[in-house]
């Protein structure tokens, strides 16, 4: 194993014991911290490995972070992030999951596609025409994301993305085949606590249309020289800004023409 190579585990390692033990993750050492978001993707690679050995099963699907003007305000990062989301984490539907399961947990409000073709570096570079014949399924979707850190904003970009930039799992809706006949900019979703309205917003915000987002991520993948495969599925980027949830909260995310998705997080 090389130096590199040894840095990008040892700080995977760290990260891995803290998200396990549920114990909000400090900065990481200088001489393991990630030196840019190049190598932030690189611990994040070798963290799947160890999470998946952890019992948390393989990659299924990805999500990107800070798409849309609200969540770059929110955050204070003024470009998207993406990060994976393991098989163990995914629901169908709706998921019943104790809050204590968290350090501190949030849901989002988010269109997600399904590919059913690779997208590779043999592609690259992609625009937003370039991935739609890749695009099996869109689908609506609840990112559930634990801010998981004594402080975030005392965290450098590239730590967040080694994490997994925020992700802690997610609900699928069932998917919608015929998403070629809608305006995906113009879907309206809407996030519901309790019953209670809490924020609304459109596709539109996600870089000006959703699969803008999926071609940002198909690129970035490229030039990492990973892939987007068949079967995967993509969290393109909430609409509505993060909402952080209580013990005993139940979330639903609706997205227009696409349906409903719904959380419980019990004591």
Known sequence: MDRAADRHRRAAALIRDQRLARTPIEPLPADCRPAGEREGYAVQEALHGLLTDAGLGPVA???????????????????????GVLAATVHRGQASVPHARYVRVGAECELAVRLGADLTDAGAPFDRAGVVPAVDAIFAAMEIVDDRY??????????????DFFNAGC???????????????????????????VGRGDGRAVMGHPLE????????????????????????????????VSPGDEVAVEIEELGEVRAAFPT
């Open 213 to 244: 987002a999926l071609a940002w991520l198909a690129n970035l993948r490229a030039g990492l020289g990973l892939a987007l495969r068949a079967g995967e599925f993509v969290l393109l980027g909430s609409v509505v800004e993060t909402r952080w």
């Open 61 to 83: 699907g990805h999500k990107i972070g800070c798409t849309t003007p609200v969540m770059q305000a929110f955050l204070g990062i003024d470009h998207p992030c993406a990060g």
């Open 171 to 197: 609900v699928l809706g069932p998917p919608v085949g015929r998403w070629r006949e809608l305006d995906l900019a113009g879907l309206r979703g809407v996030t519901r606590v309790n019953g209670a309205e």
């Open 150 to 163: 004594r402080d975030y904003r005392t965290l450098d970009v590239a730590t967040l993305v080694a994490d």
